[in-house]
């Protein structure tokens, strides 16, 4: 029953981009088409030589409201190739995709004839017709006319390519009834609020700064201390759990690739080659370098992990190895794409590698898989989706390893979820090249998946580098690889957990946990002793001296998100109190200092 409702809005919704489409027409006559599919709570549609703005919509919704009400019916109908480019001889982008029908890269067959032969399929509706093989509802009756709205305007290159024209995209929400409607714009206008970027700039996290680059992050004094608690907290919980540490540089030679196979098999994600034989002065002069040495920025950690494994012999004793580091990758991403901190072109993995034996790897993944989800849950995360990405058991020649190799590493991976009580979906065709993985997915407020944890295992640089280790009987025998991330990047991780928490960190996690608060200039040296012991405790903390008042301030530290704001006046300095505000809680009420001490570093211990 619910596939069939999911069928049915899907097919409303892309009924919704065809009249979207007769509505433009009408209003803009001259507009060229592009393509017009349903998409997750909605649709869209592309449009060419043409200016729409946000401020079209209202009235472009209008004129769709008032084709639904004329009950105009959807007919499908199959021509052949000389038809339609009669029928969308003004439509280039339409007559783009005839062509490639006609060269066979795109094929409906037309059931019913002895010869079976080429055809092309269009949906009319009214006087407008579009290449479309369906499905579509019977007419505009179907459609609840309030359970739709037109969200916004973005611009598109053509296919997705950006040596094609841009076109005009509008977007559309659709939902089976006025209250789905509803209820998913006030979760917009709250994934508004939360969204990391408008709050990374109201409360100083990050910068991204066009002279400095695209992609490429800062952190002011506030980010930079949520990093460091994050990092520290990662570096306390790795050495608990048996990791070592191990540190490597941002580039690497060009022999270094290729040995890996990044040089091929990763090269769409990776920056040129930077040319370190001679200088700037050098080349700027011309010059040519007498020794060519080319080196790449770093998209992976990994071989640099690999080449420390093999600098010296190693034996089963060593085994399982576990080494861990937080190392700034660079891969490439279209300025286009670039968005926040969930795209850029700089960021900082907290890669592992766990180096064992083959008899090791069902307990190596099962510490792993655990560690993982409590890391997940320390962060507050609960809401998360866990995929079994697999071989594409179809195309195993674009894998690394052979085939038994992969049925053991898949079946572990398989029974290891199982036995964590992991609840997981199966992925053919999404494994990386070089091995199976479980992926943790964490969801944000609008149900958006964000690619965080991972674990994986790696037959790819294991045999490229040749690693070995001498087993038990005195034999080379290949380790097995795991790679495996906590976070996924910083910089993501830190998006997501913005959005989570609209901004508002538990007290453990926050970058300033308390403002001190003086009513008065009389005050300023009670509320700076305050700060002292505060500090002194472990506690981050500042003391708000600057000439406010104590409603400013109160008003600023509760937009700034502070934990708790600590006011003190003449009956505080007095009793050696505070009067405690805490945030979503408002007024505490009037307590020994001591006793708030106490509360706070509770608190910052239980990690809430």
């Given at each position: 029953?619910k596939?069939?409702?999911?069928?049915?809005?899907?097919?409303v919704?892309?009924?919704l981009?065809h009249i979207?489409?007769?509505?433009v027409?009408n209003?803009?006559?001259?507009?060229?088409f592009g393509?017009?599919?349903?998409?997750?709570?909605?649709?869209?549609?592309?449009?060419?030589?043409?200016?729409?703005?946000?401020?079209?919509?209202p009235?472009?919704e209008?004129?769709?409201?008032?084709?639904?009400?004329q009950?105009?019916?959807?007919?499908?109908?199959?021509?052949?190739?000389?038809?339609?480019?009669?029928?969308?001889?003004?439509?280039?982008?339409?007559?783009e995709l005839i062509?490639?029908?006609?060269?066979?890269?795109?094929?409906?067959?037309?059931?019913?004839?002895?010869?079976?032969?080429?055809?092309?399929?269009?949906?009319?509706s009214?006087?407008?017709?579009?290449?479309c093989?369906?499905?579509?509802?019977?007419?505009?009756?179907?459609?609840n006319?309030?359970?739709?709205?037109?969200a916004?305007?973005a611009?598109?290159?053509?296919?997705?390519?950006?040596?094609?024209p841009?076109?005009?995209?509008?977007?559309?929400?659709?939902?089976?009834?006025?209250?789905?409607?509803a209820?998913?714009?006030?979760?917009?206008?709250?994934?508004?609020?939360?969204?990391?970027r408008?709050?990374?700039?109201?409360?100083?996290l990050?910068?991204?700064?066009?002279?400095?680059?695209?992609?490429?992050?800062?952190?002011?004094?506030?980010g930079?201390?949520?990093?460091?608690?994050?990092?520290?907290?990662w570096?306390?919980?790795?050495?608990?759990?048996?990791?070592?540490?191990?540190?490597?540089?941002?580039?690497g030679?060009?022999?270094?690739?290729?040995?890996?196979?990044?040089w091929?098999?990763?090269?769409?994600?990776?920056?040129?080659?930077?040319?370190?034989?001679?200088t700037?002065k050098?080349?700027?002069?011309?010059?040519k370098?007498?020794i060519?040495?080319?080196?790449l920025?770093?998209?992976?950690?990994c071989?640099f992990?690999?080449?420390?494994?093999n600098?010296?012999?190693?034996?089963?004793r060593?085994?399982?190895?576990?080494?861990?580091?937080?190392?700034?990758?660079?891969?490439?991403?279209?300025?286009?794409?670039?968005?926040?901190?969930t795209?850029?072109?700089?960021f900082?993995?907290?890669?592992?590698?766990i180096?064992?034996?083959?008899e090791?790897?069902e307990?190596?993944?099962?510490?792993?898989?655990?560690?993982?989800?409590?890391?997940l849950?320390?962060?507050g995360?609960?809401?998360?989706?866990?995929?079994?990405?697999?071989?594409?058991p179809?195309?195993?020649t674009?894998y690394?390893?052979?085939?038994?190799g992969?049925e053991?590493?898949?079946?572990?991976?398989?029974k290891?979820?199982?036995?964590?009580g992991?609840?997981?979906?199966?992925?053919?065709?999404?494994?990386?090249?070089?091995?199976?993985?479980?992926?943790?997915?964490?969801?944000?407020?609008?149900?958006?998946?964000?690619?965080?944890?991972?674990?994986?295992?790696?037959?790819?640089?294991?045999?490229?580098?040749?690693?070995?280790?001498?087993?038990?009987?005195?034999?080379?025998?290949?380790?097995?690889?795991?790679?495996?991330v906590?976070?996924?990047?910083?910089?993501?991780?830190?998006?997501?957990l913005?959005?989570?928490?609209a901004?508002?960190?538990?007290?453990w996690?926050?970058?300033?946990?308390?403002?001190?608060?003086?009513?008065?200039?009389?005050?300023?040296?009670?509320?700076?002793e305050?700060?002292?012991m505060?500090?002194?405790e472990?506690?981050?903390?500042?003391?708000?001296?600057?000439?406010?008042?104590v409603?400013?301030?109160?008003?600023?530290?509760?937009?700034?998100?502070?934990?708790?704001?600590?006011?003190?006046?003449?009956?505080?300095?007095?009793?050696?109190s505070?009067?405690?505000?805490?945030?979503?809680?408002g007024?505490?009420?009037?307590?020994?200092?001591?006793?708030?001490?106490?509360k706070?570093?509770?608190?910052?211990e239980?990690?809430?």
């Amino acid at each position: 029953m619910k596939n069939n409702q999911n069928n049915k809005i899907e097919t409303v919704r892309h009924s919704l981009s065809h009249i979207m489409a007769m509505a433009v027409k009408n209003l803009y006559p001259n507009v060229k088409f592009g393509i017009g599919p349903a998409i997750e709570n909605g649709f869209y549609y592309d449009f060419g030589n043409v200016k729409i703005s946000q401020e079209d919509l209202p009235k472009i919704e209008k004129e769709m409201r008032g084709l639904i009400k004329q009950n105009i019916g959807f007919v499908k109908k199959t021509i052949d190739k000389t038809q339609a480019e009669k029928l969308f001889t003004e439509q280039p982008y339409k007559l783009e995709l005839i062509e490639e029908i006609g060269e066979g890269k795109r094929k409906t067959v037309e059931v019913g004839l002895q010869q079976p032969r080429q055809t092309i399929a269009t949906y009319q509706s009214g006087d407008f017709v579009d290449l479309c093989a369906g499905p579509h509802i019977g007419s505009t009756k179907e459609i609840n006319p309030l359970s739709f709205k037109l969200a916004k305007v973005a611009g598109a290159y053509w296919r997705g390519d950006e040596k094609n024209p841009m076109l005009t995209r509008i977007y559309g929400l659709a939902f089976a009834t006025g209250k789905e409607l509803a209820d998913y714009l006030k979760i917009l206008e709250e994934a508004e609020k939360r969204d990391h970027r408008k709050l990374g700039r109201e409360l100083d996290l990050f910068l991204i700064d066009p002279v400095v680059g695209m992609g490429l992050v800062m952190w002011p004094p506030k980010g930079a201390m949520l990093w460091r608690i994050m990092e520290d907290y990662w570096y306390k919980e790795h050495l608990k759990n048996g990791y070592e540490l191990v540190r490597s540089p941002h580039i690497g030679s060009r022999a270094l690739w290729e040995t890996s196979g990044h040089w091929g098999f990763y090269n769409e994600s990776m920056y040129p080659p930077l040319e370190v034989g001679q200088t700037l002065k050098e080349a700027q002069e011309g010059k040519k370098s007498k020794i060519k040495e080319e080196y790449l920025l770093k998209p992976m950690n990994c071989p640099f992990h690999v080449v420390l494994f093999n600098s010296k012999p190693r034996s089963y004793r060593d085994l399982p190895m576990r080494w861990a580091e937080c190392g700034t990758v660079y891969r490439y991403e279209k300025s286009g794409e670039l968005s926040g901190l969930t795209r850029v072109r700089g960021f900082t993995q907290d890669d592992a590698h766990i180096i064992c034996a083959k008899e090791q790897v069902e307990d190596e993944l099962k510490r792993t898989a655990k560690f993982i989800l409590a890391t997940l849950k320390t962060f507050g995360f609960k809401d998360f989706n866990v995929y079994l990405s697999l071989r594409d058991p179809k195309n195993k020649t674009k894998y690394a390893g052979n085939d038994k190799g992969w049925e053991f590493t898949q079946r572990t991976l398989e029974k290891i979820a199982k036995e964590v009580g992991i609840n997981y979906k199966k992925e053919e065709g999404e494994a990386a090249f070089y091995g199976p993985k479980l992926d943790f997915k964490i969801k944000d407020c609008l149900g958006r998946e964000w690619q965080c944890s991972t674990l994986q295992f790696d037959f790819n640089l294991p045999e490229r580098f040749n690693m070995e280790f001498i087993n038990e009987k005195g034999k080379k025998e290949m380790p097995f690889m795991l790679h495996r991330v906590l976070f996924g990047c910083f910089e993501r991780f830190i998006a997501v957990l913005i959005e989570h928490c609209a901004g508002a960190f538990p007290v453990w996690l926050a970058p300033v946990q308390v403002w001190v608060v003086p009513v008065g200039s009389g005050h300023r040296q009670y509320a700076k002793e305050t700060g002292k012991m505060l500090q002194n405790e472990g506690v981050r903390v500042e003391v708000k001296t600057d000439a406010q008042t104590v409603g400013k301030k109160i008003r600023e530290g509760e937009m700034q998100k502070i934990p708790y704001l600590l006011v003190v006046g003449d009956k505080e300095v007095k009793a050696k109190s505070v009067a405690v505000r805490q945030r979503g809680r408002g007024d505490l009420g009037t307590m020994k200092l001591q006793k708030f001490v106490d509360k706070i570093k509770k608190e910052i211990e239980g990690k809430k």
